[in-house]
């Protein structure tokens, strides 16, 4: 039996740690590996969607049974990284809706302050993803901990 490792959550204080850590790696000369995302977009992109899973932004509804069940599965229980490519809601797309990039290090403290706030959320009721639906708890941290860490491969930190 092959030995997986332990899904990573941006609950367990350490993987934050280390996700903070990867951000202060971040300048605003960071080149993009794929995609099309600024490094101040993707900072920007990332604030947004914690500001929907604590809440503070409603996206409309996007998922259908397919989302809900298999792609939320393989994304949030299974150890693979996410495909480079995969299309957001309008609400944190940069150029459809979500919040523009301003100046650098500022987004990058907002992009700090919310991950800290999300990383230290209570078991209380979540709001539904827009694309996965309804989430426990621990589904929302390993969404967190993968979101994040997609992205930041995304700039090679």
């Not at 332990?6 to 993009?32: C, G, W, Y």
């Not at 991950?115 to 009721?125: L, P």
Request: include cysteine.
């Amino acid at each position: 039996m092959i030995d997986e490792p332990p899904m990573q959550s941006i609950f367990d204080a350490p993987n934050h740690e280390r996700l903070a850590e990867r951000l202060v790696q971040l300048t605003s000369d960071s080149k993009r590996q794929w995609g099309r995302m600024s490094v101040g977009g993707m900072v920007c992109h990332l604030s947004d969607a914690f500001r929907m899973a604590l809440g503070e932004r409603q996206p409309k509804m996007r998922g259908n049974v397919f989302l809900k069940t298999v792609v939320r599965f393989i994304a949030l229980s299974t150890p693979m990284t996410w495909p480079e490519g995969a299309k957001t809601v309008p609400e944190a797309d940069q150029e459809r809706g979500g919040t523009p990039p301003g100046d650098f290090s500022d987004d990058v403290a907002t992009l700090e302050q919310l991950m800290a706030r999300f990383a230290s959320t209570g078991s209380g009721d979540m709001p539904a993803h827009p694309i996965f639906g309804k989430l426990t708890r621990g589904e929302w941290g390993r969404w967190g901990y993968k979101h994040v860490d997609h992205h930041f491969r995304q700039f090679g930190v």
